[in-house]
């Protein structure tokens, strides 16, 4: 006898229009996911993107604010009054003019970057943007003897809290005079003198590098081999303009008059006392899915990104830094 099952109505399978309308659905639901996913992921990637050239710019300024806020500082003594001992060689890859190391007419200097190099020492600089030429001392003096400590000897030899580096530079000085050498060639000062105090002595050219991410770097001077010469130090990637502007206190009333262009540059570089600094940064790498149409106003002109430049996001950067040291210098008449 044959046996026949018959299946209930509810347990029967799908059709073929629902199994269709429930692959069409999750098919909806996978792109809708996968569409979520791709722009959470690209939000993400800019809002990243964006952080670093934040994070490089405030760095970058960071750097550039300290040192120009310290150019010009020679301890005690005078820039007028320092002479170079003749232990100091020449230096490898010195600048020319205002620019060499040892020149003490200004503590601050800028120049724009030329096709043909600039000053003789930088030829890796991108056209049409600034280089900053500071110098000064660093503080970390040192003195002949402990001066927290009335009853130390006092034998005018640089030994506190250490020893000079053999083949740094040191302004060893006071209110009346300093003389630049090798920490191995300081000179005693004479007896019953004003007591010196040697400072290590610094030189920084800073510029933007053309590397192929453009890259704010500096030359500094430095024992290298078998002389001083003037290294490359490269800082902060993605920095690919330095602008700069002088402010001028021509009335001597203790305030910036105006901001210009070094198109036209001063008559005298120790009578400014501001620095305005323009900083452009761009994305390491440019992306595909996103275009930059903006125009940026900088002081060696308007920059719009061209066709194969506007995938890089951008960021323009703008700060106004006192020269200190060298207003107070103005101000004594020194």
């Not at 604010?65 to 005690?76: E, N």
């Not at 275009?291 to 506007?310: A, E, H, I, M, R």
């Not at 700060?319 to 107070?328: C, D, V």
Request: net charge negative; proline share 4%.
């Amino acid at each position: 006898m044959d046996i026949i099952l018959k299946i209930p109505e509810s347990q029967s399978g799908f059709s073929l229009i629902e199994l269709m309308i429930a692959t069409l659905l999750g098919l909806m639901l996978t792109f809708g996911a996968t569409s979520i996913y791709l722009q959470s992921t690209r939000d993400a990637r800019e809002i990243e993107n964006t952080s670093i050239l934040s994070e490089n710019g405030r760095f970058a300024l960071q750097i550039l604010t300290k040192s120009i806020r310290h150019a010009g500082f020679f301890g005690s003594t005078n820039q007028a009054d320092i002479s170079v001992d003749d232990s100091l060689s020449e230096v490898a890859g010195d600048c020319k003019g205002l620019a060499s190391t040892f020149d003490f007419s200004t503590a601050i200097y800028v120049k724009k970057i030329s096709s043909e190099g600039s000053l003789d020492c930088i030829n890796d600089g991108i056209t049409n943007t600034h280089l900053l030429v500071i110098k000064r001392v660093i503080s970390k003096p040192l003195f002949d003897s402990d001066p927290e400590d009335e009853n130390a000897p006092k034998d005018g030899i640089f030994s506190f809290p250490n020893l000079p580096e053999e083949r740094k530079v040191y302004l060893a000085g006071n209110r009346e005079s300093g003389v630049l050498a090798f920490g191995n060639e300081i000179p005693i000062y004479p007896a019953g003198g004003e007591a010196r105090i040697a400072w290590p002595y610094q030189l920084e050219i800073y510029y933007i590098r053309d590397l192929e991410i453009p890259t704010l770097s500096r030359k500094v001077l430095m024992w290298k081999d078998s002389g001083l010469t003037l290294d490359n130090e490269d800082l902060i990637e993605g920095v690919e303009n330095l602008a700069i502007k002088i402010g001028i206190d021509s009335d001597f009333d203790g305030n910036v008059d105006i901001f210009e262009n070094i198109e036209s540059p001063p008559d005298e570089w120790n009578a400014i006392e501001a620095i305005e600094i323009y900083l452009l940064l761009r994305s390491a790498y440019p992306d595909a899915n996103y275009v930059n149409n903006k125009t940026y106003s900088l002081p060696t002109g308007d920059f719009t990104p061209s066709l194969n430049q506007k995938h890089y996001r951008r960021l323009l950067l703008q700060s106004t830094i006192s020269l200190r040291n060298i207003k107070l210098n103005r101000r004594a008449g020194v």
